[in-house]
């Protein structure tokens, strides 16, 4: 479909547009990180940031996540709205107590008299031989703890509305933005994530997900890189007849269980696509979401596509033998329907 005066931005362009404009109407919001800076950020999310808006307010730090992640929290606590980026989000060993002990538990430990306005930023998955800590997603370790807003974005509109809505959340707000989605160079961009973004600013309402296709025959459910994977999947099925619904939960906490349960109300049969681990994650809690609203509206045992609960592999035959991809969604459906 084409939108009048088309303006197709990446997620990376999209997320700094965000920042910039929020930035020029609220002198509260400051960002912090490693390279983000003169390089723009790694992948690209912070690029002419410094420029515009100087070392005062656009802060490069020393290689110490536990101190620049606990020093947003103080800031926030004091007034103001920092924009924080932990470069990979399999770096959060070094500083889960400044995440969720302080930033996620701060507001309920003071009873309501802090609020922490922050946005902890991060980039997740793999697919390019990156090894076990680097191409981690880790969306259930954080949707799983209580205190923090997450949502996860799989196009530049939906970053950009997502990012102005989570800086001007009184609450803490993780921000997870998958690598192969961000429309860097350097790595295999997905095209689908490039599409239409105003330029003016605008919010996307956290908690609310999106039917990113409509269909009839079965509900496919997923997030961030997932998502393309679904909608090429649902292409294929297409060809041989059957009308596959796609859910993009653009937000894992709240998580909108209320489309869901329609979807699959309608359909009989669910998918759930999630690079994250099988085990204790996002597609363990949507088909639990379904079958404690109504389990009679299944017409089969739903299937998960997700990662193996394994440690990464940094052979690229083996990460991809372990990743998901249509081809194993279109192996789910027929093993949903052979039964």
Same mark, same amino acid.
């Given at each position: 479909?084409?939108?009048?005066?088309?303006?197709?931005?990446?997620?990376?362009?999209?997320?700094?547009?965000?920042?910039?404009?929020?930035?020029?109407?609220?002198?509260?919001?400051?960002?912090?990180?490693?390279?983000?800076?003169?390089?723009?950020?790694?992948?690209?999310?912070?690029?002419?940031?410094?420029?515009?808006?100087?070392?005062?307010?656009?802060?490069?730090?020393?290689?110490?996540?536990?101190?620049?992640?606990?020093?947003?929290?103080?800031?926030?606590?004091?007034?103001?709205?920092?924009?924080?980026?932990?470069?990979?989000?399999?770096?959060?060993?070094?500083?889960?107590?400044?995440?969720?002990?302080?930033?996620?538990?701060?507001?309920?430990?003071?009873?309501?008299?802090?609020?922490?306005?922050?946005?902890?930023?991060?980039?997740?998955?793999?697919?390019?031989?990156?090894?076990?800590?680097? %191409?981690?997603?880790?969306? +259930?370790?954080? &949707?799983?703890? /209580? #205190?923090?807003? =997450?949502?996860? @974005?799989?196009?530049? !509109?939906?970053?950009?509305?997502?990012?102005?809505?989570?800086?001007?959340?009184?609450?803490?707000?993780?921000?997870?933005?998958?690598? %192969?989605?961000?429309?860097? +160079?350097?790595? &295999?961009?997905? /095209? #689908?994530?490039? =599409?239409?973004? @105003?330029?003016?600013? !605008?919010?996307?309402?956290?908690?609310?997900?999106?039917?990113?296709?409509?269909?009839?025959?079965?509900?496919?459910?997923?997030?961030?890189?997932?998502?393309?994977?679904?909608?090429? &999947?649902?292409?294929?099925?297409?060809?041989?007849?059957?009308?596959?619904?796609?859910?993009?939960?653009?937000?894992?906490?709240?998580?909108?269980?209320?489309?869901?349960?329609?979807?699959?109300?309608?359909?009989?049969?669910?998918?759930?696509?999630?690079?994250?681990?099988?085990?204790?994650?996002?597609?363990?809690?949507?088909?639990?979401?379904?079958?404690?609203?109504?389990?009679?509206?299944?017409?089969?045992?739903?299937?998960?596509?997700?990662?193996?609960?394994?440690?990464?592999?940094?052979?690229?035959?083996?990460?991809?033998?372990?990743?998901?991809?249509?081809?194993?969604?279109?192996?789910?459906?027929?093993?949903?329907?052979?039964?």
């Amino acid at each position: 479909m084409n939108v009048p005066n088309e303006r197709k931005l990446t997620i990376a362009r999209a997320m700094a547009e965000a920042v910039a404009q929020e930035m020029r109407i609220d002198p509260s919001v400051f960002v912090m990180g490693e390279d983000i800076g003169a390089l723009g950020g790694v992948y690209g999310n912070t690029r002419g940031l410094l420029e515009e808006f100087g070392s005062e307010r656009v802060r490069d730090t020393p290689i110490s996540e536990t101190a620049f992640i606990g020093a947003a929290v103080g800031a926030a606590q004091d007034g103001m709205r920092p924009v924080v980026e932990l470069m990979f989000v399999d770096f959060f060993g070094v500083c889960f107590d400044a995440i969720y002990n302080l930033m996620a538990k701060n507001t309920y430990f003071s009873g309501g008299s802090f609020n922490v306005p922050m946005v902890l930023m991060t980039s997740t998955g793999g697919g390019y031989s990156d090894a076990g800590q680097h %191409s981690q997603c880790l969306y +259930g370790t954080f &949707a799983h703890l /209580p #205190g923090m807003k =997450v949502v996860c @974005p799989s196009n530049a !509109y939906d970053a950009k509305g997502l990012m102005t809505a989570a800086m001007r959340d009184n609450s803490p707000v993780v921000y997870m933005y998958h690598k %192969s989605l961000q429309g860097m +160079g350097w790595l &295999a961009t997905e /095209p #689908g994530a490039t =599409v239409h973004t @105003p330029e003016e600013s !605008y919010t996307l309402e956290i908690g609310k997900a999106k039917i990113a296709r409509e269909g009839r025959d079965v509900t496919i459910v997923s997030l961030g890189r997932g998502v393309h994977h679904a909608l090429t &999947a649902a292409e294929q099925m297409e060809a041989d007849g059957i009308s596959a619904e796609v859910i993009d939960l653009v937000s894992l906490v709240p998580l909108d269980r209320d489309t869901i349960c329609a979807s699959v109300s309608k359909t009989g049969y669910l998918i759930v696509v999630d690079e994250d681990y099988m085990s204790y994650g996002v597609s363990g809690e949507v088909i639990a979401s379904v079958t404690e609203h109504d389990i009679s509206i299944l017409k089969a045992s739903p299937k998960r596509v997700a990662y193996p609960d394994v440690p990464i592999p940094y052979a690229r035959v083996m990460e991809q033998f372990c990743l998901p991809n249509p081809d194993k969604i279109l192996a789910a459906y027929q093993s949903i329907r052979a039964a």
